[in-house]
C-alpha cells in the first residue's frame, strides 16, 4: 500500500490545537486538568474490563504482563504510563509531534520504556495488539468509521478495545463544552459539540466493523463523587469491545 492510499483520520486543524498544549499536558493544574480528573475513573473501568477479558483476578499487579497494548491518541502519554505499569508492552501514537516529544520526555523521568509514535496510525507499520486504548480521540477525527476500521485493524483477534468518548447530548453541549471552557476546565475549542457520538452511534461504526460492545458505562459528575462510573451516559462514556465470534 502506497502512503498515497493510507486511510487519513487527522484532522490538521485538531492536532496543531493539541499540539500547542503539549508542554501543559503533564500539570493537573494547566490545561489538561480535567484529563488528569478523568484518569483514574478511565483507568477503574480499564483495569476492570482487562481483568475480565484476560481472566484476571483483580489483585495482580501486573495484568497485561506479556501483553502488548497500543494507546491511539496518546497526548503526552496520560494513559501509556499506567498501561506499561500494569506490565504492558506499549505504544502511543499522536496526530501531534510536540505530544509525542513530551510523552517521550516525561516517559524517560519515570523510567518507562514506550514506544512512542507521530503521525498518521496507517502509516506507523504496527502490528496487532492485546489491548487498544482509544481516550476521548473519535470526536476529533475527520472520519469516524475509517478510524474504527484501523482500530480494530490494529487488535489481535481475541484483543480487547477500550473507547470513550463525549455523548452528543443537551447537557454535554452545556458542561463540556460552553462551561468547560468558560471556566477554564479546558482550553477554548477543543470540544466541536457537532462532532460528538451518542452511544447509538457509536455502536452502530462498531457493529459495522464486526465488534461487539462488552460494557458500557456513563462516566457523570455530582458535587459529592465529583467524575465517577455511572448508568447515567449524558456527558460521557466509556465501552469495551471484543470482535464478534
Known sequence: MTNASLPTTINAAEAAHFGSLAAEWWDPKGSSAMLHKLNPVRLSFIRSAI???FGGDGKARHPLAGKTALDVGCGAGLLCEPLARLG???TGVDAAPENIEAAKAHAALSGLAIDYRAGEIAAQGLGQFDVVTCMEV?????DPAAFVVELV?????????????PNRTAASRIFLVE???RLGQVPQGTHDWDKFLTPEELTTLLE?????IVD?????????????LSSNMALNYILSARLRG
Request: without cysteine; aromatic residues 2%; charged residues 25%.
Open 179 to 181: 462551561a468547560a471552557e
Open 88 to 90: 504492558g508492552e506499549v
Open 51 to 53: 481483568d475480565a477479558h
Open 153 to 165: 485493524r490494529h487488535l489481535k483477534p481475541d484483543g480487547l478495545l477500550l473507547l470513550s468518548t
Open 208 to 212: 459495522d466493523s464486526e465488534l461487539e
Open 216 to 228: 458500557m458505562k456513563g462516566i457523570a459528575f455530582s458535587p459529592m463523587s465529583g467524575l465517577h
Open 138 to 142: 473519535i470526536e476529533h477525527v475527520m
